[in-house]
């Protein structure tokens, strides 16, 4: 199960938690954090978390994710995954965040005076969009 | 002969977010059609379609008691 949290993540607690579990010999932490760009105070975020826990059954032996739903502030944390393998693994985290990007079902909105905006330009359509058209 | 009507659920997703819609069809016709009244016209080749929480590559098979869910392009983290 992905683990939701409204606003922005705690991350120690988060990573406290996931380093006691000691599943293998390297867990690598990947933290993605807020930035102050393009004027906005934060980014938003609704989930769909049927599908997000199905999507994600492949991954959860080996992968652990936390995320936001709501509003997230710049400089606070929206997203934490971490890989855990007997030996270092970089390729699997950067797979893993790849199949995220493109498929887990999470729609994220830039916060601009606290206004949520669609951020059209940086999502992307999921397998067999169109048949409505 | 009277047509079976299949009851079905749509829910619409992120930033076409609104009510849970139940309403009942009598083909995937007019599902899509139903549909097509409920989205904005900008939205509708980009919208993925769930039947059941699984994606679907068209809705041919449509059945009484189905949840559809329209899911707009997505970006996480």
């Given at each position: 199960m992905v683990e939701i949290y409204n606003g922005g993540l705690p991350v120690e607690e988060i990573f406290n938690k996931w380093y006691k579990l000691?599943?293998?010999g390297m867990l690598l932490t990947f933290v993605g954090i807020v930035r102050d760009?393009?004027?906005?105070n934060g980014l938003s975020f609704d989930i769909y978390e049927p599908m997000l826990n199905e999507w994600f059954k492949k991954w959860e032996k080996r992968v652990l994710m936390a995320h936001s739903v709501g509003n997230v502030y710049v400089g606070e944390t929206s997203f934490m995954c971490a890989v855990y393998s007997k030996h270092r693994e970089f390729k699997l985290i950067e797979d893993f965040v790849e199949d995220f990007k493109a498929n887990a079902p999470i729609w994220k909105y830039d916060l601009i005076d606290d206004k949520r905006i669609f951020a059209d330009d940086r999502a992307k359509k999921l397998p067999n969009a169109g048949i409505l058209v | 002969m009277e047509r079976v009507k299949l009851k079905v659920l749509i829910k619409f997703l992120g930033p076409i977010a609104r009510e849970d819609l139940e309403v009942e069809v009598d083909s995937s016709i007019e599902l899509k059609e139903v549909i097509k009244q409920n989205v904005?016209?900008?939205?509708l080749e980009k919208i993925a379609v769930a039947v059941n929480d699984k994606i679907v590559s068209?809705?041919?098979d449509i059945k009484d008691g189905d949840v559809i869910s329209l899911l707009p392009p997505v970006c996480g983290g």
């Open positions: 000691k599943w293998g760009d393009g004027g906005i | 904005d016209n900008e939205w068209n809705l041919d």
